[in-house]
């Protein structure tokens, strides 16, 4: 059977899918990772940096590569109508989180080689105030937000995650997320016998890893509890950052902040409105609000920002 993780832009789609394909290669199973170039602002063929193919042909990508699992790191409902029936899990974010981190991702940290247009838009964002610059964001970002709201969140095989859950309980959540797709073990590998074997095939695959020439020694074997735990305690936010806890702010680092719905300290009513008026319910389509009340709420809480949105935005893309 194969799997797939399904991810977006600004979604912690880097420390998920480095989990989770660290865990395959300890376990002997193969993978492999597809993304759009052109996101978040556009849409174009998908690649895995060997070769690019069309979003049609992800259907046959599995079996053309002899892949077990797949990170797609700029999901759309595109991408699961071709793999339909393949079981996965989808992580999506706070929208509005995914504009403030993408805000000062694309101005500060993202890499930009073989990306024009990005190097375009951090060009845009360095010229202009916070406040300005949240706007060209939303426009830069529109066509990942677009994404996240045409998506179908009731498909069978597919288990849905919020990033702030994942985040806030990474051990629990992934364990919800392999137990989901059937490759957790809990059984066997503790009984002495099964133990020395699945320790044996771990080894295995460890040495293949680390010499590709050694690729035919790899075994496939279940994934326990210590594995996938171990690997999310390697990847730690505390880790990643050299000891900076969540909530202490670097905006020059990937992993500027850690915590969720940061959006309330960058947004101004003029932001809110603006979201609204290009994104409609999406909110409400990914579960975050019940209404759009919040809109109003910013308006009766914050002091009116004397930032107005823009009539016509100009396009970091195009300008």
Not at 23 to 46: C, I, W
Not at 149 to 171: C, F, G, H
Request: glycine content about 8%; proline content about 5%; aromatic content about 10%.
């Amino acid at each position: 059977m194969s799997f797939v993780y399904y991810g977006h832009h600004k979604c912690a789609s880097t420390w998920i899918r480095t989990i989770v394909e660290e865990v395959f290669r300890e376990s002997g199973h193969t993978y492999g990772m597809v993304l759009d170039p052109k996101s978040p602002n556009a849409q174009g063929p998908l690649t895995d940096y060997r070769t690019s193919f069309e979003r049609t042909e992800l259907g046959t990508y599995f079996d053309e590569n002899g892949l077990d699992f797949l990170s797609c790191i700029t999901a759309d409902q595109a991408q699961a109508d071709a793999l339909d029936g393949t079981h996965g899990f989808h992580v999506i974010r706070d929208p509005r989180d995914v504009i403030v981190s993408g805000y000062f991702s694309h101005r500060n940290s993202h890499p930009t080689d073989g990306l024009p247009h990005l190097e375009k838009h951090r060009q845009n964002l360095q010229s202009v105030s916070k406040e300005e610059g949240l706007f060209l964001e939303m426009e830069f970002s529109a066509q990942c937000l677009h994404n996240l709201a045409s998506w179908n969140y009731n498909q069978d095989p597919i288990l849905e995650v919020k990033m702030e859950d994942l985040t806030s309980r990474p051990y629990e959540g992934f364990l919800e997320i392999f137990e989901f797709l059937g490759l957790m073990s809990w059984d066997g590998v503790f009984l002495m016998r099964e133990k020395a074997a699945h320790f044996a095939r771990t080894a295995l695959n460890r040495l293949a890893n680390r010499h590709p020439m050694l690729d035919g020694l790899r075994r496939p074997t279940q994934v326990t509890g210590e594995m996938l735990l171990g690997r999310v305690y390697d990847h730690r936010f505390e880790k990643k950052t050299s000891g900076r806890s969540r909530g202490q702010s670097d905006a020059n680092s990937h992993y500027r902040k850690g915590v969720a719905g940061d959006w309330v300290n960058h947004f101004t009513p003029a932001h809110a409105e603006y979201f609204i008026e290009q994104f409609g319910d999406i909110l409400l389509t990914t579960g975050y609000e019940s209404s759009n009340d919040w809109v109003e709420s910013m308006r009766t809480d914050e002091t009116p920002s004397d930032v107005d949105a823009p009539t016509d935005p100009v396009s970091p893309v195009s300008s």
